[in-house]
Structure formats: C-alpha cells, structure tokens
C-alpha cells in the first residue's frame, strides 16, 4: 500500500483516524500498531513475521541492556549481540543474492562450477525499520533514551506506518516521549494535512510526470542519443528522485503530525547547495545524522587526524551505497560522494570555498546529477556508456513516437515547477508575507489570516482533486525510495 492511492487516500487513512481519535488516549498506540501491520501486511503478508520478530528480540534486548549497565563489559557484549541480530536479516534479505552473484563470478573465473540459489526477495522497508531497532538499543545503551517497558509503544516505534516503508528515519531518542505522551493541536492537524497533500501534489503532478521521461530515456541504449537528450535524461531523473522521495517524507511527516508525531525534516532544498557537504546536510537528512550517530562518530569521526577522517568518510559513505542497494553502481555512487567529501576537506575545497556562488552552485549540481546517473543505472557498464554520451553532439535526432507523447504540456509544466520549486522560493515568500502581516494593523491581520486560510483551503482542495483524477487513469506510481 503505498501513500499516494485511491484507496489510501478515500479509506485506509479515514477510517484509521476514526478509529484512532475514538480509542482514547489509553488505546491509541494500540490501534496505531495494529494499524501499521495492517498497511505493511497488506504488500508483505509474510514479513509481518519477520517484523513481529524483530519487536519482540529488540524489546527484549532493551530491558537486558537497561539492566546489565552495572557490568559495562556485559552490557556492551548484549549490545553487540543486539546489533547483529539486527543485522542479520538485512544482510540475508538484501545481500544475500548480491554476495552469491559475486561469488559465481569468481568461481567461473576459476572454473569450480556455480552456486545455486534461489531468488531472494527482499522484505520492503527492511532497511528503515532495521535502522530504527538499531538506533534503540543504541539510545538505550548510551542512556539517551530509557527501555521501553511496553512492548506496544516499542512497536509502535519499529511499525509505525507513515516512516515504515521509505522513512524518515527517527532515532528512538527523538520520539521517545512522543510515544509516551502527545497531543494532537488543530494547528497540528491542519498543518498535517497541508503538509501531505504538498507530498501528494509533489509525488503525483511532478514526480510521476518527470519521471515517465526519466525513465524512458534511461530504457533507450545511450550510445545512440544525442547529447541533449542525454541531459534531459540526466536532469528529469534528478528532478524525479527529488521529488519522489520528498514527497514522501512530506506525507509521512503529514501524517506524523496527524497522530500528534512531530518527524525532524528529511530534506531543505538540497539542490540550492554550494558544496557536496552542505548537499548532504540537506539530502536525506534523516539518513546523514543515522550515519554521524552510529558509525561516523563511533569509528572516531574527525578526532583522530585528517587520514582517519577521510577513512571513516569513506567507510560510512561506502556503506551509505551499499544500504541503498545490493548492486554495485550503488557502491560506487556512495564511494564517489565520500570522495567528493574528502577533497573538500583539503586544499580543493578551500579553492573551491572562494569561487562566485553560481560557481559553486553549478559545481554541486553536476556533480550530483553525475552521481545520480550511477544511482540510476542497473550495471556499472550502462552508467560508464551513458556518461560518455553526454558529449555525443554530433550523433543525429533520435526518433522515439513514446517519448515525444510523454513529453507533453503536463511534463513540460511539471518540469518548470520541479526546477523553480527546487529552490527556496517559496520560504522567501513567505518570510515576506509574515513580515508585511507582523507590520500590519490588528484588523488587517485578521482579514489576511482569514485571506490565507480560503488561499490554503482552495490549494488542498485542487490538489486532492487533480491528484485523484490522475490515480484513476492508473498512471505508474510507486515511490522509488520504498525498493531500499
């Protein structure tokens, strides 16, 4: 079941908060939970047991933690248990076909025959809600956050049905409380609803629409396109994956809110960047602090001289890679941002520190686009060929009847807000509109209070309207993030 469907939208989410403004404070992480089984049972029927597992091993493991802490030594053994545990299924599920490919490789090289396996499908979402057991028996462990005694209200932590598929990622210690006790405002619940149908807007009206281009292109053999299709391939699908996972963090932020759950942000216009290490403060920011928490810092960050610093960057962002995918075009991308990562911190980077904005700017934007292209690519050999296309100039027009229909008044339309709205324009905005109200007489505030509150009813009202009348034509829609 994913966020942006028909029956998402017109039932799932109605009758889940009937049914969760009607339990009652004492029932509510109770329907939550049982809610969240539901929405993931519903695409994964039989890892909801896998899921149900890694509750009640990581409750288990917070209470043994909690009450070991008087022998360190012991304590950290549990902990590390904990941690493999963990690990465990995620290396199965998702690695396990990767490592077996490598490993036939090398024996035909050596001519010792195969290893037959079959295909090993990988449990949607495992990587989000491994990443959350993992941060609470850290939290738990670091006395940042206590053992939860419920073992409901730990399940709502792992289940919980807005960050379970694709994120954000919350750090136990950060929602802890929230679990506990909340409260949900009007201000809270309307803010909740703005905000998921932005992510609708975002998802369906321009994510979809770029992406159909995105991906056609990509489908088309590189060596054969002119240079500037190739671009226009390289720029839809950086738009795309914008977007596509924004959008998403947006509605589970949304929805978050609706239930009284206030998510730290996911992203802040990581595009408007002027440096590949503000670009990651920006991109997936959820991710980035998970990786500084548990491993960057751990493994020493930047205290122990610039040699170890660069090595633990690159070991993080080798892992960053490798946790989006079993395959290596995804190594390789992450290794490429960790290299990025640590020129900056040298001589290039402070070359690069004293360069015009709009240079820095161009500088950040195409070395990600570049990165993306590895991102994208299904083998390390379609990404090497596409990039040599992009100085294919002289190559002739390349007729495709597909293409030319997907690139229509609505793609060139959502192409033009994908690129104005990828900056922030829309905060300055509204950082002038606050500062004319704040300077404005108390009956001119009211009337354009009351002016922005018709504004944001007609704007949630277009956009669920023009949105659900895309969904019923069935148009392609799944979130690219929820395959990681």
């Known amino acids: 079941m994913i966020f942006s469907s028909l029956f998402f939208l017109y039932l799932f989410l109605p009758v889940t908060l009937v049914a969760y403004y009607l339990a009652g404070t004492k029932f509510r992480n109770l329907v939550l939970f049982l809610v969240s089984l539901i929405f993931y049972a519903w695409g994964e029927v039989g890892y909801v047991f896998l899921m149900l597992f890694s509750i009640t091993i990581n409750w288990i493991l917070g209470l043994v933690i909690e009450n070991s802490k008087v022998t360190p030594r012991l304590c950290k053994a549990v902990l590390t248990v904990g941690?493999?545990?963990?690990?465990?299924?995620?290396?199965?599920?998702?690695?396990?076909?990767?490592?077996v490919d490598n490993l036939n490789h090398l024996t035909t090289l050596l001519s010792l025959g195969t290893i037959e396996t079959g295909q090993i499908h990988v449990p949607i979402g495992i990587s989000f809600f491994t990443f959350h057991a993992v941060s609470y028996i850290v939290d738990?462990?670091?006395?940042?956050?206590?053992?939860?005694?419920?073992?409901?209200?730990?399940a709502l932590y792992l289940s919980f049905f807005p960050k379970l598929i694709a994120g954000p990622i919350v750090r136990y210690h950060d929602v802890a409380r929230q679990i506990v006790n909340r409260a949900v405002t009007l201000g809270d619940f309307q803010y909740g609803i703005l905000r998921f149908v932005t992510g609708l807007g975002k998802k369906v009206l321009i994510a979809n629409?770029?992406?159909?281009?995105?991906?056609?292109?990509?489908?088309?053999?590189?060596?054969?396109?002119?240079?500037?299709?190739?671009?226009?391939?390289?720029?839809?699908?950086?738009l795309q994956i914008y977007y596509d996972f924004s959008a998403y963090s947006d509605m589970a932020i949304g929805l978050g809110r609706m239930f009284g759950f206030h998510f730290l942000e996911?992203?802040?216009?990581?595009?408007?960047a002027k440096?590949?290490?503000?670009?990651?403060q920006r991109w997936h920011i959820s991710l980035s602090i998970w990786f500084r928490d548990y491993l960057y810092i751990p493994l020493g960050g930047n205290q122990k001289g610039m040699g170890r610093t660069c090595f633990n960057l690159l070991i993080v962002f080798f892992l960053c890679g490798l946790w989006h995918g079993a395959s290596w075009t995804f190594v390789?991308?992450?290794?490429?941002h960790g290299l990025f990562l640590v020129l900056e911190r040298g001589p290039i980077g402070r070359f690069i520190d004293h360069l015009p904005g709009i240079i820095r700017h161009l500088y950040v934007v195409l070395v990600i686009m570049i990165g993306w292209v590895f991102f994208r690519a299904e083998t390390l050999e379609q990404a090497i060929t596409y990039l040599s296309s992009l100085g294919n100039f002289s190559a002739p027009p390349y007729l495709d009847a597909p293409l030319f229909a997907a690139m229509n008044t609505e793609f060139y339309l959502a192409l033009f807000l994908g690129i104005v709205?990828?900056?922030?324009i829309a905060p300055h905005m509204l950082a002038k509109y606050s500062c004319v109200k704040g300077r404005a007489s108390s009956k001119t505030k009211y009337a354009l209070g009351g002016l922005s509150t018709v504004f944001s009813i007609i704007w949630v009202s277009f956009i669920v309207i023009y949105s659900s009348a895309v969904l019923v034509s069935g148009s392609h829609n799944p979130f690219l993030y929820a395959r990681f």
């Open 275 to 280: 440096s590949i290490r503000e670009f990651w």
């Open 140 to 154: 738990v462990y670091r006395n940042t956050a206590a053992a939860q005694r419920q073992p409901v209200n730990l």
């Open 332 to 336: 390789v991308w992450g290794l490429y």
């Open 421 to 424: 709205f990828s900056y922030p």
């Open 266 to 272: 996911n992203f802040n216009y990581p595009y408007n």
């Open 83 to 99: 941690i493999v545990l963990n690990l465990l299924p995620l290396a199965f599920f998702k690695y396990g076909n990767f490592v």
């Open 209 to 238: 629409n770029i992406g159909a281009v995105a991906d056609h292109i990509y489908s088309l053999p590189a060596q054969n396109l002119p240079a500037g299709l190739v671009w226009l391939g390289m720029l839809t699908y950086s």
